[in-house]
């Protein structure tokens, strides 16, 4: 009996994690401006200090009002990402929660996925709205170069390739 109680602990645990793993967004999409869109990365690393765009020779060729012009924006960028994250991991937890009660309050369940749906829809808005002010600022020939042999589309874009 003790065996067939942990077991089904051991179930329940594993259910409940997928469940918060899914509430996150764990689902390997890459994102452009920092992370996967599991939101747990996005936005890190490259993004603050030295990135791979910082040491890419056709950025470093742009005048230096334009460099600072990116770093800037980035900055902002990722400060703005930083908050909108937090708050989406915020909402997964609670989802977890909610998702994890008995029995499941459906409509807070999805009153909650709804609210993570609309963040994650912010997040990437602010994601396009910054990739085309850095084209405004960089150009069309010098955006082409800094992105030529990248792969691109969702998933492709390698972790060293983030900016």
């Known amino acids: 009996m003790k ?4 077991m089904a602990l051991i179930a329940l645990l594993a ?3 997928s469940g918060a793993a899914f509430a996150q967004g764990h689902h390997g999409h890459e994102g452009w401006m920092g992370g996967e869109m599991d939101h747990d990365k996005m936005m890190g690393g490259g993004m ?3 990135g ?3 040491s890419h020779p056709v950025f470093a060729r742009l005048p230096a009002d334009k460099r600072e012009q990116v ?3 980035r900055v902002e ?4 990402m930083i908050a909108k994250r937090a708050d989406m991991q915020s909402k997964s937890l609670s989802l977890g929660e909610v998702m994890r009660k008995f029995p499941l309050d459906q409509a807070a ?4 996925n709804d609210a993570i ?4 829809s912010e997040m990437f808005s602010l994601r396009i709205n910054t990739m085309a002010r850095v084209q405004q600022i960089v150009g069309k020939e010098a955006w082409e170069q800094l992105h030529q042999g990248m792969p691109h589309g969702p998933g492709m874009m390698p972790r060293e390739g983030r900016w």
């Open 109 to 112: 369940a999805k009153k909650l």
């Open 3 to 6: 065996r067939i109680a942990g």
């Open 52 to 54: 791979p765009m910082d």
């Open 15 to 17: 259910a409940a994690l």
């Open 117 to 120: 749906a609309q963040t994650r």
């Open 48 to 50: 603050m200090g030295a």
């Open 77 to 80: 960028a990722m400060q703005t």
């Open 71 to 73: 770093r800037s924006l």
